[in-house]
């Protein structure tokens, strides 16, 4: 069965740093899309960064380019989300995901994805 369990996230003041991570189980990081995204209440799901496990290709949406950084430990099972420079806009819920390449969606779509971890919530003080 595949899981994902996040820690990390909590309250920082703008311009802070936090980072999130996303431990997997129940398979290995082999031809999968790995991705971060983040949720306020009444909006859209948000494609924040991702990763293909396959080749270590990095992908941000545009307004977190230069201050997040997504990363993996295979070893671990783990990836992270090392995020700087926090805007209080970026306060929301933040997920993890995964699923195996090869959805037809590109790894920031949340269509891409079946499994998703529990949330974490991240909150920027200003």
């Known amino acids: 069965e595949v899981q994902l369990v996040q820690s990390g996230g909590g309250l920082v003041q703008a311009g802070g740093s936090l980072r999130l991570s996303c431990a997997a189980s129940?398979?290995?990081?082999?031809?999968?899309?790995i991705g971060w995204f983040r949720q306020v209440p009444g909006k859209a799901r948000e494609g924040v960064s991702c990763?293909?496990?396959?080749?270590?290709?990095?992908y941000y949406t545009d307004s977190v380019k230069g201050r997040f950084t997504i990363s993996s430990d295979n070893a671990k099972n783990t990836v992270y989300l090392q995020m700087n420079s926090l805007k209080p806009e970026e306060t929301a819920v933040y997920y993890c995901?995964?699923?195996?390449?090869?959805?037809?969606?590109?790894?920031?779509?949340?269509?891409?994805?079946?499994?998703w971890g529990q949330g974490t919530r991240v909150t920027v003080s200003s």
């Open positions: 995901a995964a699923d195996l390449l090869g959805s037809g969606y590109g790894c920031l779509h949340d269509l891409a994805y079946n499994y």
């Open positions: 990763m293909h496990t396959s080749d270590g290709s990095t």
């Open positions: 129940g398979f290995t990081f082999d031809d999968y899309a």
